[in-house]
């Protein structure tokens, strides 16, 4: 559960202030804002597919790590493109793709993990996943207080990273 609150903590970090930070970073239009929405949209609904797909070839825990890891490189991405728009939609691909499918999957490895009890780990992650999105809510306010930089990415990557490491560590103690 706590790579749930990790890797929604991660995600909700920027996603919570992104048309801002288009606005004021990438001096993003309206329609600039819609298209890297939908661009980030899409790669999420493509990347869910590919995911569900991955778990009957590379297992579920591999295929959550893969999800959190395009986290990772989307978000790194658009921290190091920070302030170029066409390049923050590349980034904004590459973390779609594992944006929709990181939570499903993880879902999927609870279950997984412990069939009988999947009623309450469903209902916890669910839990999980609201309490990131208001941790990180106030963790990119925290950060955006003094002004918009890139310092909102790399908050939400070292997130990701935590979570990239507590699921190792679980998959280490499962083993």
Avoid: D
């Amino acid at each position: 559960l706590v790579v749930t609150l990790l890797s929604m903590s991660g995600q909700f970090t920027l996603v919570s202030y992104l048309a801002p930070t288009l606005r004021a970073a990438f001096a993003a239009t309206p329609s600039n804002i819609a298209l890297l929405f939908a661009i980030f949209g899409v790669a999420g609904v493509f990347g869910n597919y590919v995911g569900t797909r991955a778990i009957g070839v590379i297992g579920v825990e591999r295929a959550v790590l893969a999800a959190i890891l395009c986290l990772i490189t989307g978000m790194g991405l658009f921290g190091l493109f920070f302030g170029h728009y066409a390049l923050a939609c590349i980034a904004g691909a590459v973390w779609g793709l594992g944006s929709f499918s990181s939570n499903s999957l993880q879902q999927s490895r609870l279950v997984a993990a412990a069939p009988s009890l999947a009623a309450a780990t469903v209902a916890l992650n669910t839990s999980a996943v609201y309490l990131g999105q208001s941790l990180s809510a106030a963790a990119g306010g925290f950060v955006i207080k003094s002004g918009i930089s890139a310092r909102i990415a790399w908050t939400a990557v070292s997130f990701l990273v935590l979570a990239a490491i507590f699921l190792y560590t679980a998959q280490r103690l499962k083993r």
